[in-house]
């Protein structure tokens, strides 16, 4: 088996590459590494009074920039 530049791969690459290649183990460890090196965005918390609103706000913004990519909201 030839080597897989993971590194050169754009992160859909990367998730699709994985997707058609399920028993490659070393894909998996280097998406879940990326995903684990990205700064965690909080949307709110379990106590905020306004919980709902802001949950409601980020699924909004998330399908809307999914649909301008022409993407599927994941």
């Known amino acids: 088996m030839s080597q897989v530049n993971y590194a050169a791969m754009s992160d ?3 998730r699709q590459y994985f997707l058609r ?4 183990k070393m894909a998996l460890r280097a998406y879940l590494d990326r995903l684990s090196d990205r700064p965690r965005h909080i949307i709110t918390t379990v106590d905020d009074p ?3 609103a ?16 022409g993407e599927a909201a994941v």
């Open 12 to 14: 859909e690459e990367l």
């Open 21 to 24: 290649h399920r028993e490659d």
């Open 50 to 52: 306004d919980f709902d």
């Open 54 to 69: 802001k949950i409601q706000a980020t699924v909004r913004r998330q399908m809307q920039a999914s649909d301008s990519n």
